[in-house]
Every structure is written in C-alpha cells, then in structure tokens.
C-alpha cells in the first residue's frame, strides 16, 4: 500500500483541478436561449411538489368510495372546502421503490429504482424547469425543512434545498449583498469552470477506469449546470426585482423557530406563493422533512418525530397522534390552495387555475414501510385542462379487488395491510401522474421514468 500512488493509472487531483479550470466552447443548448424571451399571452403555467415522510395513518385517511360521491375520510376533512378543483388519488405505486424503505423519497419525483446500487435521473420539477427557466429569474425553488430537496439533475444529482425563510426571501427579492456590481464581479469570477482544453480532459479520461468516467462525466454535467444557472444570475442582474408590498415582506422575511411548524409551513406556502404571483419562479418542491428526520408538533401537543409515529406498534396514543399530525399538514395545503385561490396573477387571473399543487408521499404505511397505493392529492390547474371532483382510485380497476378493509375497530386487516405494500394494480405507476403534469407544463414528451402510460384527469 506503500506504493500505490506510484500507480500510472493515479491522477494528481491539482493536475486535474488545472485541467477543469478554465473554458471550453459549448454547443448552442436549449437552455441557452435568450432570457425572458417572448412567449404567449395566456397566464404562466406553475407547479409545486409538497411531501410529506413516512406515508400516513392508512385507517384514518383512506377514501373508500371512488368516483364524484365520495366521503372524505378524517385526515383529508380539511380539504373538503376544496372539493371542486381536487383530486385523491388511490392505488398508485413506483415500481422502482417497492420493498424499499426510506429511501422513498429519493425517487419520488423521479420514477428512479432503489437498491443496493440505486439509479436516479432527473425530477419531474427540474424536467418542467428545462421548459419554464428561460422566463424567469430563477429556474425553480427548492425547500426542505431539514434533510434534502426534492429536486435532481438529468445526471442522478439532488439540488441543494433552502430551509431558513429570511434566505429564500433574500435569493428572490433582495438586492445581492455589496450591490449589483460586486455581484457580478463575484459570478464572473465563477465563469465557466469547463476546460477549454477538450483534448486535456480526453487524455485524463484515458487513465480512467469505467467507474471513474462516469464520475467524472457525472461531474461535467453538474459544473455544465451550474456554470449555466451562473450565467443566468448575471444576466438578470440588469432587470429591476419585484415590488413586494410591506405586508407581504412582513410575512414572509423572517425566521420561524421549528417549534412553530404551522407558521413555518404557511410561510414557505406564502413564499412559494409570492414567488409563482411575482413570476420569478414557476416550479417549487416543498419537503415537510426527510423519512427520518421529520419534525415534531408541539403546538398540536406531538412531541415525537413523524418517523416514530409511523412506528406506532398498534399503540392507540400514537396513532392519533399520527392522524393528527396528518391531519395538520393537509390544514396547511389547504391553506396553501386557499391563498392560491385568492390570489391574482399578472394577467388578473387567480393563481389557483394555472397552477397544479400535488401533495403526497412515497411510502403508504410507515409502520410496515409500504410503498404501495400511494397517498396522492392532485389540486389547482383547471385553466390546463385539469378536471376535478372525484376521487381517481386506480385500485378499483384491478381484477380480484374487495375493496378497503378497515377494521371496524380501527385494526389494519391482512387484506389492508397487503395494499400497503404491494400494489393491487401493476400498471398504476405514480410516473403516468408525474408524465400528466409534465405535459400539461409544456414539457413536450410522451414518457417520464417509468410511466407505461398518462393519467386521464
């Protein structure tokens, strides 16, 4: 071991930091077309992700009926307000997460495959972002209020998420710190951190074994998009950021202690608001937390964390607690459908029609870590041709289905506890959702992970 960096196959990292350093030319790409350019009349279309870990209650949140008539069960009972323009969606799954736990989250944007080497490729979000950047200042927003985004690059890497509001406010609607010539100063520095010797890069990928290459083209493609976001920065440092009104300023800059989950879920929905009514950005994903990491409620009297409720053990106090805490959240969506309704885009029209909002989760019952029969609630985006107002059950559609059996004592049977986990219809992939929504976000393709297919709504 002594020797190994004699090796002829080593490459010294400052001599490949030289080599990465400087500039090389790019072909023209799609998304180097002009800033703000010139687009259609009609108001801009929007889209925001909301996650929520560990799945939910199953007993409590369950919709039994499919079709228009339905009853909301107890968990979606603050959503009924918004019967018209929602939709509960049961039955569907990804097939590259079954049986797996909480990793979940990874590929719920994605349609990915989880396992001992997981493959991840690009997020619906980011896909509608390829689309929607060249419009506004920032591509796409991502917050997470502890652990990871959302968000990940066509080459299987996660975008980095804001937690603090007084931050994401700031990266929207403040001037950079040291004025707009500092800044620009600042990025230009970045530059292109490509090669402008092309011919360098290809004799150190000669040296590289297989794994290596695609580090390095993993690398490449990651310094491609930044340099490109760097870019953009820039340009738009010439164009007057949005007036926010007192009101609205007061509101949203600012810190919430986590201990105030319900101001500090209303405030990143207000920001995310008065980011899509401003038009700086068109797509959001929102994480209310990781798998493990999902915080406490203590102003509702939940102590524990989401993820050791999930592990209730069939003990009656956790498990309303956990129909609590999912209850809460879903008070906090509606609240977010709420303001959307109320507010007014550029063109007069209310933000709720152009832009869809899906709340959910990758895992159905935390408790067994069940990635079947997804909790889903599709909302908002009616001027896209969305239509509401039922419950779409894809379990109903699969041969042998009995129906939900709930306990009448609040039990989970074996039958209910088999849906959790694997799925009662095959070919109900959660991608024909996400492949639904790409579409009707412009996004001109006719697959997205492992869709088999797209969601008639």
Not at 99 to 108: R, T
Request: with cysteine; hydrophobic share 35%; aromatic share 8%.
């Amino acid at each position: 071991m002594s020797h190994y960096l004699a090796q002829s196959w080593l490459i010294d990292r400052r001599h490949a930091l030289r080599a990465l350093g400087s500039c090389i030319s790019l072909p023209m790409l799609e998304c180097m077309t002009p800033l703000r350019a010139a687009e259609p009349t009609n108001s801009p279309r929007r889209s925001a992700f909301i996650y929520l870990a560990n799945g939910v209650h199953s007993l409590n949140y369950q919709i039994t009926t499919s079709g228009k008539d339905y009853e909301f069960s107890r968990s979606l009972k603050p959503l009924e307000k918004h019967r018209q323009v929602i939709t509960p969606i049961s039955g569907l799954h990804h097939p590259g997460g079954l049986s797996h736990h909480h990793n979940c989250i990874n590929i719920w944007l994605t349609g990915g495959k989880l396992g001992p080497s997981d493959r991840n490729t690009i997020s619906v979000d980011q896909k509608m972002a390829e689309v929607t950047a060249k419009y506004t200042r920032i591509p796409s927003m991502e917050v997470a209020i502890t652990q990871d985004s959302l968000a990940w690059t066509a080459d299987g890497v996660r975008l980095p998420a804001m937690r603090r509001c007084s931050e994401i406010f700031a990266s929207m609607f403040e001037q950079p710190k040291g004025g707009i010539a500092a800044r620009r100063r600042s990025l230009r520095r970045k530059g292109s951190v490509l090669d402008a010797n092309l011919a360098e890069v290809k004799r150190l990928e000669k040296k590289m074994g297989a794994a290596d290459k695609g580090r390095m083209s993993q690398y490449l493609t990651s310094v491609r998009e930044a340099e490109i976001r760097t870019r953009r920065a820039d340009a738009w440092l010439d164009t007057p950021l949005p007036e926010i009104s007192d009101a609205d300023r007061k509101r949203t800059n600012r810190d919430i202690a986590k201990t105030m989950a319900g101001d500090y879920f209303r405030t990143v929905y207000d920001l995310i608001l008065l980011a899509f009514q401003t038009d700086v950005t068109r797509v959001a994903t929102f994480s209310l937390g990781g798998e493990g990491q999902a915080i406490a409620i203590p102003e509702i009297g939940i102590t524990e964390s989401r993820h050791q409720l999930s592990h209730h053990g069939g003990d009656p106090g956790y498990m309303e607690k956990l129909t609590n805490y999912d209850t809460f959240a879903l008070e906090q969506f509606s609240y977010f459908l709420t303001r959307l309704a109320d507010t007014t885009d550029v063109n007069g029209n209310p933000l709720l029609g152009s832009t869809m909002a899906l709340f959910g989760s990758g895992m159905s019952y935390g408790h067994s870590h069940g990635n079947a029969n997804l909790p889903l609630v599709l909302a908002g985006g009616s001027d896209l041709g969305l239509k509401h107002g039922r419950h779409l059950d894809f379990n109903t559609e699969a041969d042998g289905f009995s129906g939900y059996s709930l306990g009448p004592d609040g039990s989970l049977t074996t039958e209910h506890y088999q849906l959790c986990s694997r799925p009662a219809n095959a070919d109900a992939h959660m991608s024909n959702l996400l492949l639904l929504m790409a579409q009707r976000m412009g996004v001109d393709i006719d697959s997205f992970g492992d869709s088999n297919g797209v969601i008639n709504l």
